[in-house]
């Protein structure tokens, strides 16, 4: 069965250093999320691909976040500098087509930020 | 614009006894309603959707849902609830006629079964 991959699953940083998340979305998905869930609360969308371009990225941090997608395929979320409060879950999810959602996003295991 | 309000943050049921997780949305056009279910470390996983046909939606594992536009609320249930239901389960929403395709999602709703 076709899954989102995501890596690393786990990170511990110190706040001032870098760090990056990496998906893989299911093969011929056009649309890519990133979502940040912090502990307790539902995900909240970050940023939103379709094919290499940006669709939505207003909820997105642009002094430290930075995310890209540069074939279309597989995509990178980068954190610079870390804070205390960016430790968080990092969720990518995929979807078929593009336009008005009506199907399901595929949802990966996610990465688990801890940021000391 | 378009919002979910999960009441509830956590919900213990025993085994066996009826799982109700509510669920209000707000919406300035006809919505599509989905629920998602998430297992400790792992990504969501959807349950079942609302996208305009029949009121009553049937999911995967047992798990059902009623669209109220009256009462405006997508509430989900199961009638007999199983140890392996334990999880967090998220409420989601977006405008049927939103040039976006973005999905909002509500807090969530701890569910704990009781042996």
């Known amino acids: 069965e076709a899954e989102v991959a995501q890596s690393p699953r786990y990170k511990i940083t110190e706040k001032s250093q870098a760090v990056a998340f990496w998906c893989d979305p299911i093969s011929g998905h056009a649309t890519l999320y990133w979502y940040r869930q912090i502990l307790g609360q539902g995900p909240e969308l970050l940023v939103q691909?379709?094919?290499?371009?940006?669709?939505?990225d207003s909820q997105l941090p642009k002094d430290r976040f930075s995310a890209e997608r540069l074939k279309g395929v597989d995509s990178t979320l980068k954190i610079q500098p870390a804070e205390l409060g960016d430790s968080a879950m990092y969720l990518c999810?995929?979807?078929?087509?593009?336009?008005?959602?009506?199907?399901?996003?595929?949802f990966g295991e996610g990465s688990r930020l801890t940021v000391l | 614009a378009q919002s979910v309000t999960q009441l509830g943050s956590h919900v213990s049921v025993s085994e066996g006894a009826l799982v109700l997780l509510r669920c209000n949305y707000s919406s300035s056009v006809p919505p599509y309603l989905f629920w998602y279910v998430q297992y400790p470390n792992q990504g969501l996983q959807l349950l079942l959707k609302?996208?305009?046909?029949?009121?009553l939606v049937k999911g995967i594992n047992g798990f059902e849902a009623e669209f109220k536009k009256s009462e405006t609320s997508f509430h989900l249930t199961k009638p007999s609830a199983h140890m392996s239901d334990a999880a967090e389960y998220f409420c989601a929403v977006i405008g049927a006629r939103s040039s976006a395709s973005k999905i909002i999602f509500g807090s969530g709703t701890r569910l704990s079964i009781r042996p």
């Open positions: 691909f379709q094919d290499e371009s940006v669709v939505d």
């Open positions: 999810a995929s979807r078929e087509g593009q336009g008005i959602l009506t199907g399901e996003l595929f």
């Open positions: 609302y996208t305009s046909a029949a009121t």
